[in-house]
């Protein structure tokens, strides 16, 4: 019975995808890139930055978790955002927020350092896509 009455809820609350030309009203701008996958799938993106700067790739919705405690996330909402304790900011003012609760003084964070991916900092994922020459 229950898994008729799932059934039935579902189907009466979908209401199917958001039509493209809203997602593209809403998220798009002069930056805008669009690749269409394989299967139709079109997938929005926006290469910004340095030209000669090291890729660091984040998909909106992407969840973050903080370093120093991982039950503490942010989302990712648009280009260098993010979504945290219900304010859009940057990765450094979230990190400096956090760790002026732990008691620090600091006057500003690398946000990169305090926050991760997939058990990485961001710092770490630069590295990993450009590591840094050491001379000899």
Request: proline residues 2%; glycine residues 8%; aromatic residues 8%.
């Amino acid at each position: 019975m229950f898994i008729i009455l799932l059934i039935l809820a579902s189907v009466l609350l979908f209401e199917g995808d958001i039509p493209a030309a809203e997602i593209d009203a809403k998220h798009s701008n002069a930056e805008s890139k669009f690749l269409v996958m394989d299967n139709g799938a079109r997938v929005h993106y926006r290469d910004q930055g340095k030209q000669d700067g090291v890729p660091l790739v984040l998909v909106v919705g992407d969840v973050l978790v903080y370093t120093r405690d991982e039950s503490v996330t942010a989302t990712v909402v648009a280009d260098k955002k993010i979504e945290f304790e219900g304010e859009v900011t940057s990765l450094s003012r979230a990190a400096l927020t956090l760790l002026h609760r732990d008691g620090y003084k600091w006057k500003q964070a690398n946000g990169w350092a305090y926050w991760m991916k997939d058990g990485e900092t961001m710092g770490e994922r630069v590295e990993r896509f450009a590591p840094v020459d050491e001379e000899d």
